[in-house]
């Protein structure tokens, strides 16, 4: 069983930052991808950005240039730092692991975290 655990959102007013991490623990033979999504109000969940297979990041156009991803060494801990931020930001992010879960990675699974809030407001 695989968890994710969030953490760094929070209340930030207009051109401020925030960091976001996500922690993966349990057991997993290998990461395939992680993400970052986010949910506003009413709205659909989107990608915001990504670690694809083979590491190269995506970003949704409404972040290129102001967010961030990363991740640390052991691959297990995703970051997402976001600069500028303005209310168009304001959603609940959702970090989502693709997984091996036998050593040959032969079977992938997804899990995704609980979600942290961010409100972006003067």
């Known amino acids: 069983q695989v968890q994710l655990v969030e953490s760094g959102g929070g209340l930030v007013q207009p051109g401020g930052s925030l960091r976001l991490s996500c922690l993966a623990s349990?057991?997993?033979?290998?990461?395939?991808?992680m993400a970052w999504y986010r949910q506003a109000p009413g709205k659909q969940r989107e990608l915001v950005a990504e670690?694809?297979?083979?590491?190269?990041?995506n970003y949704a156009d409404a972040v290129k240039g102001r967010f961030t991803i990363s991740r640390n060494f052991a691959g297990s801990t995703v970051y997402l730092q976001m600069n500028s931020l303005n209310p168009d930001d304001t959603a609940a992010y959702y970090c989502?692991?693709?997984?091996?879960?036998?050593?040959?990675?032969?079977?992938?699974?997804?899990?995704w975290g609980q979600g942290t809030r961010v409100t972006v407001s003067s």
């Open positions: 349990g057991r997993f033979y290998g990461i395939n991808a």
């Open positions: 670690f694809t297979n083979g590491g190269s990041t």
């Open positions: 989502k692991v693709d997984y091996y879960i036998d050593y040959r990675k032969s079977g992938m699974a997804s899990v």
